[in-house]
């Protein structure tokens, strides 16, 4: 498939992508999709007939109602769009006036959070990230509490602080207990990190008292974006026992502004890991459930040139989105359409993989030098950090776009 719209070959947004998002540009909200350098502007093209749908869902300020009209409408949608994109003949391809109207640079559009994200949850899906973790923090010889192999981890999270791709936020202030000190201290974090992450979003709401199988999982999920699960690591020690993460991680988040569709990562389904022991009969599945996703994360310190600090893959989870959605529903907790599933910090078998500041200089004992020579065992304030991700698959590509975030220092 090749579109009449030109673009590299390592653009993020090919003819094999159609994302979804939510663009502002001239004092209007839209629905819009995303080829090339170009935002598609979804409501001209409903108001040209060319996809299917009323104007109004279009011109709204989130996908949740074009989400909730469910997979065999949205998916008709993006194939319409891909269409029209594809066809060299297309009614969109034959008119340069319906183009004005329809592609807007994408460097002319403000991208909008997509969601309205009623509940985030958080796994902890990834065994490299969780056995560096449980090395570090517990016992190097039993890294992994007895549960984990047995169930996907997770905490409910904040949805309230879920910040879109370009947006800022102040360094948090919260108690943490210095080890060589008998009583907390209040103050900014010092030690403020990053979790790599991707998060799903759910496509099909469900009752109270109902349950996702690992089978029916894929058909209630509608997409997937980058994520960060930043977090304070000095606030997270002293607070989590015994119920978990609190004010060390629902300060802020950062999602990437276009949600890339679960059929649009078809052809990059891999076999996920081989689960041993066991998992119980409500966790099993069958099918390639892993996706093959390149991650790299790169800290751009103010004013200089910026470092790859990490370079993982998505195929390192443990645990599946089916296997998460399974357990997150099995004892009848309904979700929603929005609701953002995030994986976990993504952390592969290499050193140069881990997903967190935490692991890449193994609490703070190996500080990271970054390419303008400065050194980071956490995150500095004005520090931007940005997440990318993409698939290939022979010539075939799409991306995720980029997932940004800038500190600055505390109020
Ligand atoms: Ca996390």
């Not at 090749?2 to 994302?19: A, Q």
């Not at 993982?312 to 997150?328: D, E, G, I, R």
Request: charged residues 15%; glycine residues 8%.
């Amino acid at each position: 498939m090749k579109s009449w719209i030109s673009y590299p070959s390592d653009c993020d947004f090919s003819i094999h992508n159609i994302p979804f998002g939510v663009i502002a540009f001239n004092n209007q909200i839209v629905l819009a999709s995303a080829i090339g350098g170009y935002a598609v502007n979804l409501y001209e093209l409903c108001m040209s007939e060319l996809i299917e749908g009323s104007p109004d869902l279009y011109k709204t300020h989130t996908l949740n109602s074009f989400i909730a009209k469910g997979k065999p409408f949205t998916t008709g949608v993006r194939l319409q769009i891909q269409q029209l994109f594809s066809d060299n003949q297309s009614p969109l391809a034959l008119s340069e006036s319906l183009q004005k109207r329809v592609l807007i640079p994408i460097e002319k559009v403000k991208m909008q959070l997509p969601l309205d994200i009623g509940d985030y949850t958080d796994f902890y899906s990834s065994i490299d990230h969780a056995t560096n973790i449980g090395k570090m923090i517990r016992d190097p010889q039993n890294a992994l509490l007895p549960n984990w192999k047995h169930l996907p981890v997770a905490y409910h999270g904040r949805a309230s602080s879920i910040g879109i791709s370009g947006h800022t936020f102040h360094r948090p202030k919260g108690q943490r207990k210095p080890p060589d000190q008998d009583q907390p201290v209040f103050g900014p974090t010092k030690a403020l990190d990053i979790e790599l992450e991707m998060a799903f979003v759910i496509g099909k709401s469900t009752d109270m008292g109902q349950s996702i199988s690992t089978s029916e999982a894929n058909s209630y999920i509608f997409g997937m974006t980058l994520f960060n699960d930043w977090s304070a690591r000095d606030i997270q020690t002293w607070e989590y026992m015994p119920l978990g993460p609190f004010l060390a991680k629902n300060f802020a988040s950062t999602m990437s502004p276009w949600i890339v569709t679960l059929e649009a990562l078809e052809p990059f389904r891999v076999k996920g890991y081989d689960q041993n022991p066991p998992v119980l009969p409500y966790l099993q599945y069958t099918g390639n459930q892993n996706l093959d996703i390149e991650l790299q994360v790169r800290i751009t310190p103010q004013n200089t040139i910026s470092s790859l600090i990490c370079h993982s893959n998505y195929k390192f989870m443990y645990w599946t989105m089916a296997q998460q959605l399974a357990h997150h529903t099995v004892n009848g907790c309904p979700v929603r359409v929005g609701d953002l599933m995030a994986s976990g910090t993504i952390s592969g078998p290499e050193p140069s993989s881990f997903g967190s500041l935490m692991e890449l200089s193994w609490k703070g004992t190996k500080p990271l030098t970054l390419q303008d020579g400065s050194q980071r065992t956490y995150i500095e304030d004005f520090d931007t950090v940005t997440i990318t991700g993409f698939c290939t698959s022979g010539d075939v590509r799409i991306g995720f776009g980029s997932c940004m975030a800038k500190v600055l220092p505390a109020l």
